[in-house]
């Protein structure tokens, strides 16, 4: 049988698709009624009935040269051929060296030193070991305490589920870890609904639930405050203006660390190289993956300032190797794809991309506010937010139907209950855009 063979028949055979276990997916209904992708290039998918499907998603926010890019495929073919695997504990091969070298230039302020991972997740709980880890070689071990938002989603990992905050992620697993809090998140429809671009002034004062946080538990036992810049999973939510810069300085006031989730801003989705550089807000700590290699082999990386590198080299003796890493920490082949990646990257201006492409998103994605049910829009850079109001008595059900209709007519949108999440590869052009948005617009009208 050949591979297209194969294909065709997991397509058309129920029976070849029940023992995959699918991650975050209603598994019996998805089996039942099957979306397959098998091929991809640009900003287009091939579904296994042959129809082309434009990516509104950049396959789950990390393909962002587009798909089949030949650079990346043959910097990995070569990687693996030449050598590929090399264990990186207390030995190593130079490429996670020449990429670290290549993101550190990139990176905001002085986030100089680069720990990888393999994806998000990792990335998470890496920067939370970090964290408290930091403060024990200062001595300051009292601080253990994480402090995550609302509606936050840094993973799955068992830190990462415990700072994450949408409440659907955590029911099935009990308490996760103890001594975490979560600060308010900063979704306000009432004040915001259909604002351009960031929320106006207002809302920035939420960041002092910190300082409540800080008056209940005392500073001298919080390590780290973990936020997305914006969040994504959750359906868009965007800080309002003022916020971030906020929370820096309560951090800084009372020695807390403060992790950018760049998971999903990182890498050009704002239109700047990463969302601290948007904001103008540097974080002690920044969590990274998806765009790093373009999505197309798992890797992540964790990238820290000075002081906490230093901290860790020039701490007590059991601190001089941090106690944590992964077998694939810097795997060549992902390196490799991650060095191609960024190759294009800067030949395409595809970091700063997204802030020309902006405007042409926001124009037409505010050209939906008119539609039935729809109660607000939101968008920054390459991402946009539609909530639709929820049909009655099922939540979420017109966000799937409204995904489910996009397919049919050719797009791939994310859902999130009610929410469409729309974040483009950074290759899109505007025409392009306006297909997505007019396919989104009959598909809301469609279920209306
Ligand atoms: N953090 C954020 C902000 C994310 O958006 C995601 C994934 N969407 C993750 C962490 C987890 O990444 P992964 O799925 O690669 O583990």
């Known amino acids: 049988m050949s591979p297209s063979d194969r294909h065709q028949s997991i397509a058309q055979d129920r029976q070849q698709r029940e023992a ?7 598994n019996r209904q998805f089996k039942d009624d099957p979306r397959l992708l098998v091929a991809a290039e640009g900003v287009h998918y091939t579904t296994a009935d042959g129809r082309q499907i434009l990516d509104g998603q950049a ?37 996670p060296f020449e990429l670290a070298n290549r993101l550190v230039e990139i990176t905001p302020g002085d986030l100089n030193y680069a720990f990888f991972t393999n994806s998000g ?23 253990q305490r994480l402090i995550g938002r609302e509606k936050g989603y840094h993973g799955v990992n068992f830190g990462g589920a415990s700072v994450g905050g949408i409440v659907g992620n955590r029911k099935q697993f009990g308490t996760l870890l103890p001594g975490v809090d979560h600060l308010p998140h900063t979704l306000n429809i009432t004040a915001n609904a259909f604002t351009r671009g960031l929320p106006a002034e207002g809302g920035a ?7 409540r946080l800080v008056g209940l538990h005392d500073a001298s036992t919080i390590a780290a405050v973990i936020v997305e810049p914006v969040a994504g ?24 660390l403060l992790i950018f989730d760049e998971v999903i801003t990182g890498f050009g989705r704002l239109g700047t190289p ?66 191609a990646t960024l190759d294009i990257y800067a030949e395409e201006g595809l970091l700063t991309r997204g802030a020309a492409l902006a405007p ?43 995904h489910r209709r996009c397919f049919e007519q050719g797009a791939l949108v994310r859902y999130t209950g009610d929410i469409i999440a729309l974040s483009p590869p950074l290759i899109i052009n505007p025409t392009q855009i306006g297909e997505l948005i007019d396919i989104v617009a009959e598909a809301i009208r469609e279920t209306a």
């Open 20 to 26: 995959f276990w699918m991650p975050f997916t209603a």
């Open 59 to 95: 396959g789950l926010w990390c393909v962002n040269a587009g798909h089949g890019r030949r650079r990346i495929v043959e910097a990995v073919q070569r990687q693996l051929s030449e050598l590929d695997f090399a264990p990186t504990f207390n030995m190593g091969h130079p490429l």
């Open 121 to 143: 997740s990792e990335s998470v709980d890496t920067a939370l070991k970090i964290a408290i880890g930091y403060h024990r070689a200062r001595g300051e071990g009292s601080r």
């Open 205 to 211: 004062e939420l960041a002092e639930a910190l300082e």
């Open 233 to 256: 999973s959750a359906g868009v939510v965007l800080p309002p203006k003022g916020y971030l810069k906020r929370l820096r300085e309560i951090c800084d006031r009372h020695g807390i």
């Open 274 to 339: 990463f969302a601290a550089d948007y904001f103008d807000v540097l974080p002690d700590i920044m969590t990274t993956a998806k765009g790093l290699t373009n999505g197309n082999i798992p890797m992540g990386a964790v990238f820290v300032r000075p002081h906490i590198y230093e901290a860790f080299m020039q701490g007590p003796e059991q601190f001089i190797e941090l106690a944590h890493g992964y077998t694939y920490s810097g795997h060549p082949v992902a390196a490799a794809a991650a060095l």
């Open 360 to 402: 042409h998103l926001e124009e037409a994605v505010h050209g939906l506010r008119d539609l039935p049910n729809v109660i607000d829009v939101r968008n920054i850079g390459l991402v946009a937010g539609i909530e639709l109001a929820p049909r009655p008595g099922e939540p979420g059900k017109r966000g799937f139907e409204i």
